[in-house]
């Protein structure tokens, strides 16, 4: 049975390789080849720049489909040409119609097509088969159908223009109608002539007719082999020649429609064998030969009786009797009326007759026996024939061989030296070949047996080497076990540390009043912090002043002094040069010493109001 799918009936028929498709099998029984063939792919480079996973390592694309259930994929290496050469081939061979092909494929049969780069979707295209096939009465004229195409993949990403050029793909879809057994066509052939169009005889009625007439029983020489009769045979033939066709077609209805009547008027007679005919015919000839036997009285029993024999006689002699040669007579002699009498009359009569049947029935025997013997004396004269022309033939085959035998015996004998000393050279290359084997198998045994042992040693040279690593790994293990625990002990401890500190702080927890005055004492000391930045200012500049004023009145002091000491010049001075340095350097001293006061104070003063806020926090 077949299976039902969106109204369309599929059927998997393993056997031959094919799908059955639809539930006419007057109309669903062509057989299609489909063949899809796909043969490029082009335009993957633009797609490839605007996709977000791309990496500069990814050299190839994957085309991906599904065909009946199972995934195919094939890799595409990129190329500056952006044409990928694929050549992937896949056909199916349904049992169908065109029209049950076509609605197949809209409701059930696609193939979904994908492109993918770094396992991401970039393109995807579902092929239908539907907008492929060709029109319903293609293939009453042509068996090929081939359809060159492209189709554009769906892009997934949206940011790309829609002016750019789609990724794309060109195939060769062809469809090839292997054997047409469908029956459509046969209301379109009208009739061709007159007479064809005025016959009576409709199509079913020759059908049946034509049926009765193969199952007749004809004797060995006229029987004919005749195939399975087919309604649609007839019509469905594709005749070269059209009056040919037209002339056999109407003399076979013509020959079906007479024996028709025929059988019609004499079933009985057909119904019958050759001997069931004979045992027919039998009675009625007894009915002929016997006397008629009535209920009528003694008399007219006799009269009839005599007249039968007259009627016999004449009808021996071929003489009818003539009316003015007829003797008329009254008897007046008293009627028998003896019942006993009567009995042994019919009983001797009824003998009688038994007898004669029985004598015909003998004869019958005698004859058919004779007939069947001879028949088979015939036979067995011809089948003595034909064995003893297959004895004769075999025997001459038989002579054949023999003297075949002798040749190929004389030609053994003749061949014997040879053979002999070719059976020793190769027995001697044998030897050596099996000593060369012998001597190379030590070889390689001598060979195994050191690989063995080296592999040993290096057996053991790795164990101990993977013991000494252990061990090493162990005592880093256990090092850093010991670092772990110091570094455990040192968290210990800062964590009692901190916990030490935050009960502290949770002890110095502050009420509301507190953390008022706090926050008065901080604008104070913001205020303080103000004017005393505001008197560094001002000390800095009256410093940088005087400064200013002490270099001027240096400067003086020493031009006053050049001047004294070139009005000077020849009253001799000590100048104490060293005593002057001491001087200057003890007054920078005590400068920077003031300097160093005042940035303490201010810095003294900013770790009070930083604290102050943190408390207040």
């Known amino acids: 049975m077949l299976q039902s799918q969106s109204n369309v009936y599929v059927q998997l028929l393993e056997q031959v390789g094919l799908i059955q498709v639809g539930n006419n099998p007057d109309v669903d029984c062509d057989i299609f080849n489909v063949t899809l063939t796909f043969k490029q792919v082009k335009n993957l480079l633009k797609v490839l720049e605007m996709e977000k996973n791309f990496h500069r390592q990814t050299s190839a694309f994957v085309f991906h489909y599904e065909f009946l259930g199972s995934t195919s994929q094939l890799e595409m290496?990129?190329?500056?040409?952006?044409?990928?050469?694929?050549?992937?081939?896949?056909?199916?061979?349904?049992?169908?119609?065109?029209?049950?092909?076509?609605?197949?494929?809209?409701?059930?049969?696609?193939?979904?097509?994908?492109?993918?780069?770094?396992?991401?979707?970039?393109?995807?295209?579902?092929?239908?088969?539907?907008?492929?096939?060709?029109?319903?009465?293609?293939?009453?004229?042509?068996?090929?159908?081939?359809?060159?195409?492209?189709?554009?993949?769906?892009?997934?990403?949206?940011?790309?223009?829609?002016?750019?050029?789609?990724?794309?793909?060109?195939?060769?879809?062809?469809?090839?109608?292997?054997?047409?057994?469908?029956?459509?066509?046969?209301?379109?052939?009208?009739?061709?002539?007159?007479?064809?169009?005025?016959?009576?005889?409709?199509?079913?009625?020759?059908?049946?007719?034509?049926?009765?007439?193969?199952?007749?029983?004809?004797?060995?020489?006229?029987?004919?082999?005749?195939?399975?009769?087919?309604?649609?045979?007839?019509?469905?033939?594709?005749?070269?020649?059209?009056?040919?066709?037209?002339?056999?077609?109407?003399?076979?209805?013509?020959?079906?429609?007479i024996i028709g009547r025929v059988l019609g008027e004499n079933s009985e007679l057909f119904a019958k064998s050759s001997e069931d005919l004979c045992r027919s015919t039998d009675p009625l000839a007894r009915r002929l030969s016997r006397p008629i036997l009535s209920n009528y009285s003694d008399n007219e029993q006799v009269q009839s009786l005599e007249s039968i024999s007259n009627i016999e006689i004449s009808r021996a002699s071929y003489m009818p009797i003539?009316?003015?040669?007829?003797?008329?007579?009254?008897n007046t002699d008293p009627l028998e009326t003896d019942p006993e009498e009567m009995t042994m009359r019919?009983?001797?009569?009824?003998?009688?007759?038994?007898?004669?049947?029985?004598?015909?029935?003998?004869?019958?025997?005698?004859?058919?026996?004779?007939?069947?013997?001879?028949?088979?004396?015939?036979?067995?004269?011809?089948?003595?024939?034909?064995?003893?022309?297959?004895?004769?033939?075999?025997?001459?085959?038989?002579?054949?061989?023999?003297?075949?035998?002798?040749?190929?015996?004389?030609?053994?004998?003749?061949?014997?030296?040879?053979?002999?000393?070719?059976?020793?050279i190769v027995q001697t290359v044998k030897q050596d070949i099996e000593r060369s084997y012998a001597e190379k198998f030590q070889q390689l045994d001598d060979e195994m047996q050191r690989l063995k042992h080296e592999m040993q040693l290096r057996a053991t040279e790795s164990a101990e080497r993977e013991v000494e690593q252990a061990q090493q790994k162990c005592q880093a293990a256990d090092v850093i076990g010991l670092e772990s625990e110091s570094e455990k002990l040192e968290m210990k401890k800062r964590i009692d540390q901190l916990e030490n500190q935050l009960t502290a702080m949770e002890k110095t927890h502050f009420s509301a009043e507190q953390l008022q005055g706090m926050l008065a004492d901080l604008q104070k000391q913001t205020e303080r912090f103000a004017d005393i930045e505001k008197a560094k200012d001002y000390y800095k500049a009256q410093w940088s002043k005087s400064a200013r004023e002490l270099h001027v009145l240096q400067m003086t002091l020493l031009k006053q002094k050049e001047a004294t000491l070139e009005e000077k010049k020849g009253v001799e001075v000590d100048l104490c040069l060293e005593e002057i340095l001491e001087e200057e350097q003890e007054a920078l001293h005590s400068d920077r010493n003031e300097l160093k006061y005042i940035k303490d104070i201010l810095y003294d003063s900013l770790e009070t109001v930083s604290l102050d806020d943190l408390q207040v926090d």
């Open 77 to 257: 290496i990129v190329n500056q040409s952006d044409c990928y050469a694929i050549n992937e081939k896949v056909s199916l061979t349904f049992k169908s119609s065109l029209k049950s092909l076509r609605l197949y494929f809209q409701r059930i049969f696609f193939i979904p097509i994908s492109i993918f780069v770094n396992n991401t979707v970039v393109g995807n295209f579902r092929l239908d088969f539907s907008k492929l096939l060709p029109e319903d009465n293609y293939f009453n004229t042509s068996k090929t159908f081939t359809k060159y195409g492209t189709f554009h993949f769906d892009r997934i990403n949206k940011i790309l223009s829609p002016r750019m050029p789609k990724p794309s793909v060109e195939y060769i879809f062809s469809m090839q109608l292997v054997t047409n057994f469908s029956k459509k066509l046969n209301l379109e052939h009208g009739p061709l002539t007159e007479a064809y169009a005025s016959y009576k005889i409709d199509e079913k009625g020759a059908a049946d007719i034509t049926e009765c007439y193969r199952s007749l029983d004809f004797p060995n020489t006229l029987q004919q082999k005749r195939a399975p009769y087919d309604p649609g045979q007839i019509s469905s033939r594709n005749f070269a020649n059209f009056e040919t066709y037209e002339r056999n077609y109407m003399k076979m209805q013509t020959d079906a429609f």
């Open 322 to 330: 003539k009316p003015q040669n007829r003797s008329i007579g009254v």
């Open 346 to 424: 019919i009983i001797r009569e009824l003998e009688e007759w038994k007898a004669q049947q029985m004598e015909h029935f003998v004869k019958g025997l005698e004859q058919k026996e004779v007939e069947y013997l001879g028949e088979l004396n015939k036979e067995w004269e011809q089948q003595r024939s034909i064995l003893q022309a297959r004895l004769e033939a075999k025997l001459s085959e038989c002579e054949r061989l023999n003297a075949e035998l002798e040749q190929a015996h004389a030609e053994i004998n003749s061949n014997a030296l040879k053979h002999q000393e070719t059976i020793s």
